[in-house]
């Protein structure tokens, strides 16, 4: 007999109590109905630093210089045969831890090609309808980071923490996302959006639009570059296309600026007369004044 499924549940907002937490909550209690073993990560407990573009992770061999928790969620996701991912929204998109994650996660791919692919299922919640647009999107690329296969992606809307758990057809949909993680099955995407990323789109191209823009004369969405008329071109997402990302542009982009890195310091003297550290004796360099540790030293 198989052993039992694990589920992992990963709640990307700060605040303890809001919708996206009791939303996990009632996710992993579907799937723990059905026998499941079921874990859960607040990203408020994990250190999570920001990209600042050095590219150790990738020209270099030992990863990340952060050393944070960042390699640690990807690596315990991955123990798990499903996820379950919930997110509120900021102003239009996802709050910045979640952004954070997606810009360490295509070097956390590089570092393990054989990585298994899961289901994930997305949660999305936000305040007002209409001031979501880009947060289904922007969670679900962190999903297929995390997981690779999503399952589907669910909004809600909701001012006030715990406030979803009053609307009944909303926990519908989130039972719902929960079993076909279970189930490692995909729900079908509610129309007008994008398949793959649920980036909302006109539903007929209007004439006069670039190639990659919405309701452009191109079928590819401008988010994920799904393109329904072209069935065997992989969406932006994949792994095979992220890996492809990686080894393409960014480990050939070493290469073509060590080339040129001659000119390029010549430029940047002609910038400033003070180089790089200084840029120039005209700009003065602001930092908010902040009072000395305890302890000194």
């Keep these: 007999m198989a052993g039992k499924k694990r589920i992992l549940g990963v709640v990307a907002s700060l605040r303890p109590g809001g919708n996206s937490e009791m939303l996990t909550r009632l996710a992993l209690e579907t799937v723990a109905a059905r026998g499941a073993e079921t874990d859960i990560v607040y990203l408020r407990d994990l250190r999570i630093g920001f990209c600042d573009g050095c590219l150790s992770c990738v020209f270099g061999e030992g990863g990340c210089h952060h050393g944070d928790d960042v390699t640690w969620l990807f690596t315990t996701a991955n123990r798990y045969d499903g996820l379950i991912l919930a997110s509120p929204t900021y102003l239009l998109s996802a709050p910045g831890q979640v952004k954070a994650l997606v810009d360490r996660g295509v070097a956390e791919l590089a570092r393990s090609p054989g990585r298994r692919e899961i289901p994930v299922g997305v949660i999305c919640v936000a305040g007002l309808p209409g001031w979501d647009y880009l947060v289904r999107p922007m969670v679900n690329q962190l999903g297929f980071l995390l997981g690779g296969k999503l399952a589907g992606s669910v909004l809600g809307h909701a001012p006030g923490p715990g406030e979803t758990l009053l609307d009944e057809p909303l926990l519908e949909k989130v039972r719902d996302l929960a079993n076909a993680v279970y189930d ?29 823009s919405p309701g452009g004369d191109s079928l590819a969405c401008p988010f994920c570059r799904h393109d329904p008329s072209r069935p065997d071109v992989q969406h932006r997402f994949t792994t095979a296309s992220l890996l492809d990302f990686l080894t393409s542009w960014m480990l050939p982009s070493r290469e073509r600026f060590l ?27 602001l930092r908010p004044e902040r009072p000395e540790p305890a302890g000194g030293g």
């Design 259 to 285: 080339a040129h890195r001659h000119e390029v310091k010549a430029a940047v003297a002609k910038l400033g007369q003070g180089g790089p550290a200084g840029l120039g004796p005209a700009i003065g360099r």
């Design 184 to 212: 490692d099955r995909r729900l079908p995407a509610p129309e007008g959006v994008c398949p793959v990323c649920y980036l909302e789109r006109p539903v007929k191209a209007e004439a006069g639009g670039g190639p990659d």
